[in-house]
C-alpha cells in the first residue's frame, strides 16, 4: 500500500502517541539510536497496526453487510411495517406499508401517504397522523392510534422518538400493523357489547316494572338491587332508598329470616320457596316468597301475591261443594269423572237410575268398568258391538265439543237424555234425565189440547184469546154463535175490527165491538184484569171478565146473564125483603126484651123474699116453689141479657173496654162461678192455668161472659157422671183456652150451624136454652181479634178453643 507524501503530515497527524513517546522514552534513557532508526522503527509498527486494523475493519464490514442482510430479511418478514419522519418532514418507508396504503410511488415526505383515489390514507386519518407526529416531536411522548386506508382497511400507529443514528434528533419513527380483521372483531364485539347492554337495560326495565317485588342480594346477603313494586309494598322513597336503607319485604319474627332463606338457597343450590304474610301497601296481604342461587354467589327473589289465589281457591272449593250439594239434589243422575277416567262422584238420582249399589260406586270404578256394570244391569241401550259403542262414548274426554248430547232408549223403554260434558281438567260430566215421563206428558198435552177444544166447546162462556195487535188467537163455538160469526171467518185469526156484521146497524156494532176492543187494549196494553156486566140494548145482559195471559195476550170471556138476573133481581127483592123483616124481628126482640126485663126483675125481687122468709116461714111445698120460680128468673134473665148483647152486637154498638186482664183471674172466676152448678149434675170439673200464661188485653166484662156461657154450655150438654175442663195454652202470640167435655157431641153436618143465633144441636132438649149462648162468644172473640175452632165427635165430647190475641189492635 503506497501513501503519497502530503498525507505523510495528515498520518503523523493520526498515529497514535505510543510510538513517538516510545522513540522520545529510549533516547532519554540513552540508547544509541539514530532518529532515522526510531522513525522507520515508529513507521514499522503503526504499518504493521494498520494490517491489523484493516483486516479487522474488514471482518467488521463483512459482519455488518450479514447482519444488514439479516435485519432486512427481518424487516421483510415482520406483519408490521415503519414510517421513519425526520425533522424537515422527510419520510421513508418500508415496502409493507407501501402495499398496504396501495402506493406505488416511493414515499419521500409525509404528505405522500394521503389518498389519492383508490390509495393512501383518508384525509381525516392523515390529519390525525400528522397531528399526532408534530405532537410526539415536540413532547416526545408516543402515541398510538387506529388510521383507516380508503377501502376497508385499518391499520394500527404506533409513534416513538427515532434514534438520532436513524433520522437525526427529532427523527420519529412510526410502526404500523394491520388490525382490520382485529377492528372488525371488535366491532363485532362493540354490536354484541351494545346489543347485550340493550338486552340488560330492557330486562332491567322489565324487572323494573314487573308488579311484583323483585330483588338481589349481594354474597353478604344483603340488598343490592329492588325493583319499584318492592319499593312500593315496602313503602320507600324509590328503589335505591329500599337498598339503602336495607328494608326488608318480610319481617316475620316467627319464621326464618330474609338472609337465612337466602343462605340455604345457596347451600343447597335448591330454590327456596315459602309462604308469609307481609305488609304490602299498608294491606296484610299472603306472599308465596321464592330465593335462587346465582352462579356468582349472590340470591335473587321474588315474592307472588297469592292472597287472590287463596281466596279463589276457596271460592273454588266452596263452589265445587256447592255444585256437589245442589247435583246431590237434582232428580237427573249426575256422574262426574277425573282425569283418570275414575268416577270421583255421584248422586242417588244416578244410583237409582242404574241400579247400583253405593259400595260400588264409592270404589270409583274406571269409566269402562262403570259401563259393563250398567250393561249388566239392562240400563244401557241394547247393542250389537257394545265394545266399540262404548269406545265411541269414552271419546267424549277428549272431544273438542263443548257438550255432546244423546238419547238412549233403554230395555225397559225408558228413555234418557244423556249429557256429557268435558271438564278443562280432562275429566267429564254425565247427566242423565229420565224423559220418559216428560214424554208421557207431552201425550198428555196433545189429549189435553185435544180436551181443553172440547170443553171449551162445551162451556157456556163465550170464550176467545186475542194477541196484543187485536187478533183471535183461540175462541169457542160459543162465542161465535154469541156474536154471530162464522167459524171459518174466525179460524182465518181476524182484526177484532173484522168481526162486526156489516148488515147490522152502526149503534149496536159500536156497542159490542167497542166493549170489546176496550178489553183487549185493557189485558194486552195495560196488563189489567177488568170484569163486569153490562146491558144492551134489547134487554140483553152480559157478564164479562178480561184477564191479561202471560204470554202478552188477553182472555175474553162473555157470559149471557139475562135469565139469570131477571132471577137475581127477583132474589134480591125477596132478600131486601127478608132483611127487613129481620130488622123488624131484632127491633121487637130488643123492645120485648127491655120490656121483660122489669116484670123479671119484681118477680125475682119477691122470690127472693120469700125464700128469705121476710113474709114468715115456708112449708118445704112452698120453698120448692120459690126456688124453681128463683131459677126460672135466672134463667130467663140470662137469657134478657144475651138477647140484648145479640141486638147491640147486630147494631154495630157493641163496644169494648179494653185492659190488661189476668188470664188465671179469668178462668179462676168463671171457674167458681160454675163449679157448684158442674158438681150438683153430678160432674167432674177441672181448671189449669200455666203460671206463665200472664195477661192479655181485652175487655173482661165480655171475656168472662163469653167464657161462662161456654163453661155453661158444656156443663148442660154433659149427661151425670162426665168431665169437663178448663185448661190454657199460653203462645207467643196468643193464648187459647180449651173448654172440652166428653158428653154427646155435636153432629159433623150440625157444628157448622151451632154459632148461629137461635140455632141448637138436634141433640138439646127445650130446657137447654134458645141458641143464643154460642153465638155470642163468637161474637165476642171476634171483637177480640180472635178465633173459636171447634171439634166434637158424636158419642165422645166436645172441645171448643178459644183463640185470644195477647195485644189486642187499639193498644198495638
Not at 725 to 747: A, K, R
Request: charged share 25%; net charge negative; glycine share 8%.
Amino acid at each position: 500500500m503506497t501513501l503519497r507524501p502530503y498525507a505523510l503530515p495528515a498520518l503523523l497527524l493520526m498515529l497514535p502517541a505510543a510510538p513517538a513517546s516510545a522513540a522520545v522514552s529510549l533516547m532519554q534513557r540513552g540508547w544509541p539510536v539514530t532518529a532515522t532508526a526510531i522513525i522507520g522503527a515508529a513507521w514499522l509498527a503503526f504499518a504493521v497496526w494498520a494490517v491489523i486494523r484493516s483486516a479487522r475493519a474488514r471482518v467488521q464490514a463483512e459482519m455488518a453487510k450479514e447482519w444488514g442482510l439479516r435485519l432486512r430479511g427481518l424487516l421483510t418478514t415482520t406483519p408490521g411495517a415503519y414510517l421513519v419522519v425526520g425533522e424537515d418532514g422527510a419520510a421513508s418507508c418500508s415496502d409493507g406499508l407501501r402495499s398496504w396504503l396501495g402506493l406505488d410511488r416511493k414515499v419521500a415526505r409525509l404528505e405522500d401517504l394521503l389518498g389519492t383515489g383508490e390509495s393512501g390514507l383518508s384525509p381525516d386519518d392523515y390529519s390525525a397522523l400528522s397531528a399526532a407526529i408534530q405532537a410526539l416531536a415536540i413532547s416526545g411522548a408516543p402515541f398510538r392510534i387506529s388510521v383507516s386506508v380508503i377501502g376497508d382497511r385499518v391499520l394500527t400507529a404506533e409513534g416513538k422518538a427515532a434514534p438520532p443514528q436513524l433520522a437525526g434528533d427529532h427523527g420519529i419513527v412510526v410502526w404500523f400493523s394491520d388490525s382490520s380483521g382485529a377492528y372488525r372483531r371488535t366491532e363485532a364485539l362493540e354490536a354484541d357489547r351494545d346489543g347485550l347492554r340493550a338486552t340488560l337495560d330492557a330486562s332491567m326495565a322489565v324487572i323494573d316494572a314487573a308488579p311484583v317485588p323483585i330483588w338481589r342480594r349481594g354474597p353478604d346477603q344483603r340488598l343490592v338491587q329492588v325493583n319499584r313494586a318492592y319499593a312500593h309494598a315496602v313503602e320507600a322513597d324509590s328503589p335505591a332508598a329500599a337498598v339503602r336503607l336495607g328494608i326488608e319485604l318480610v319481617s316475620n319474627p316467627l319464621s326464618a329470616t330474609p338472609q337465612s332463606a337466602a343462605r340455604m338457597a345457596l347451600a343447597t343450590g335448591v330454590p327456596q320457596v315459602r309462604e308469609e304474610p307481609a305488609i304490602v301497601g299498608g294491606e296484610r296481604r299472603m306472599m308465596r316468597i321464592i330465593d335462587k342461587a346465582l352462579e356468582n354467589g349472590e340470591v335473587a327473589g321474588y315474592a307472588i301475591d297469592v292472597s287472590e289465589r287463596d281466596e279463589a281457591v276457596s271460592k273454588l272449593e266452596r263452589f265445587v261443594a256447592a255444585q256437589t250439594a245442589t247435583f246431590d239434589r237434582l232428580s237427573a243422575g249426575v256422574a262426574r269423572f277425573g282425569a283418570d277416567r275414575a268416577l270421583v262422584f255421584w248422586n242417588t238420582a244416578f244410583a237409582a237410575l242404574f241400579r247400583l249399589d253405593a259400595p260400588f260406586l264409592d270404589e270409583g270404578p274406571e269409566f269402562d268398568r262403570l259401563f259393563e256394570r250398567m250393561q249388566e244391569q239392562h240400563r244401557l241401550p241394547e247393542q250389537r258391538d257394545f265394545p266399540s259403542w262404548r269406545r265411541a262414548r269414552r271419546a267424549w274426554f277428549t272431544s273438542q265439543m263443548d257438550n255432546a248430547e244423546e238419547t238412549w232408549v233403554l230395555p225397559d223403554s225408558a228413555v234418557l237424555r244423556v249429557i256429557a260434558q268435558p271438564s278443562p281438567d280432562g275429566g267429564l260430566l254425565l247427566i242423565f234425565e229420565d224423559r220418559s215421563e216428560q214424554l208421557r206428558l207431552a201425550s198428555s198435552r196433545d189429549t189435553l189440547l185435544r180436551v181443553q177444544e172440547a170443553t171449551l166447546n162445551n162451556l157456556h162462556e163465550a170464550v176467545a184469546v186475542f194477541a196484543a195487535d187485536g187478533r183471535v188467537q183461540l175462541y169457542n163455538s160459543v162465542f161465535a154463535d154469541l156474536w154471530n160469526i162464522d167459524e171459518g171467518h174466525l179460524a182465518a185469526k181476524p182484526h177484532v175490527d173484522e168481526l162486526a156484521d156489516p148488515a147490522a146497524p152502526p149503534r149496536e156494532q159500536h156497542a159490542y165491538f167497542g166493549l170489546l176492543r176496550d178489553l183487549i187494549q185493557v189485558s194486552t196494553m195495560g196488563r189489567q184484569a177488568k170484569g163486569g156486566r153490562v146491558d144492551f140494548i134489547g134487554a140483553r145482559v152480559l157478564q164479562y171478565a178480561a184477564v191479561p195471559l202471560p204470554d202478552g195476550n188477553a182472555l175474553i170471556t162473555f157470559l149471557d146473564i139475562t135469565d139469570s138476573t131477571r132471577i137475581e133481581n127477583a132474589l134480591r127483592e125477596r132478600n131486601e125483603a127478608l132483611e127487613a123483616a129481620d130488622r123488624q124481628k131484632s127491633a121487637f126482640v130488643e123492645n120485648m126484651s127491655y120490656e121483660l126485663r122489669t116484670p123479671l126483675t119484681a118477680i125475682s125481687g119477691f122470690a127472693e123474699m120469700l125464700a128469705q122468709g121476710y113474709v114468715g116461714d115456708l112449708s118445704p111445698k112452698q120453698e120448692d116453689y120459690v126456688r124453681s120460680i128463683l131459677i126460672s128468673s135466672d134463667r130467663l134473665q140470662l137469657l134478657i141479657n144475651d138477647i140484648l148483647d145479640l141486638a147491640v152486637t147486630e147494631a154495630g154498638a157493641l163496644a169494648l173496654d179494653i185492659r190488661a186482664v189476668g188470664v188465671a183471674e179469668l178462668v179462676e172466676s168463671v171457674a167458681t162461678m160454675t163449679r157448684g152448678f158442674a158438681v150438683d149434675r153430678g160432674l167432674a170439673f177441672e181448671a189449669n192455668v200455666p203460671p206463665e200464661t200472664g195477661v192479655i188485653d181485652g175487655d173482661p166484662v165480655r171475656l168472662k161472659q163469653a167464657l161462662f156461657n161456654l163453661v155453661n154450655n158444656a156443663i148442660r150438654f154433659t149427661p151425670s157422671g162426665g168431665r169437663v175442663g178448663v185448661y190454657v195454652e199460653s203462645l207467643p202470640g196468643n193464648i187459647v183456652i180449651h173448654v172440652s167435655d166428653n158428653g154427646i157431641g155435636i153432629p159433623g153436618d150440625e157444628q157448622e150451624l151451632v154459632f148461629d143465633r137461635f140455632r141448637k144441636g138436634s141433640n138439646a132438649t127445650a130446657s137447654q136454652g134458645v141458641g143464643l149462648g154460642l153465638s155470642l162468644v163468637r161474637d165476642v172473640i171476634d171483637l177480640h181479634g180472635g178465633r173459636v175452632v171447634l171439634d166434637s165427635r158424636l158419642g165422645e165430647g166436645t172441645t171448643v178453643s178459644l183463640h185470644i190475641p195477647r195485644c189486642h189492635g187499639d193498644r198495638a
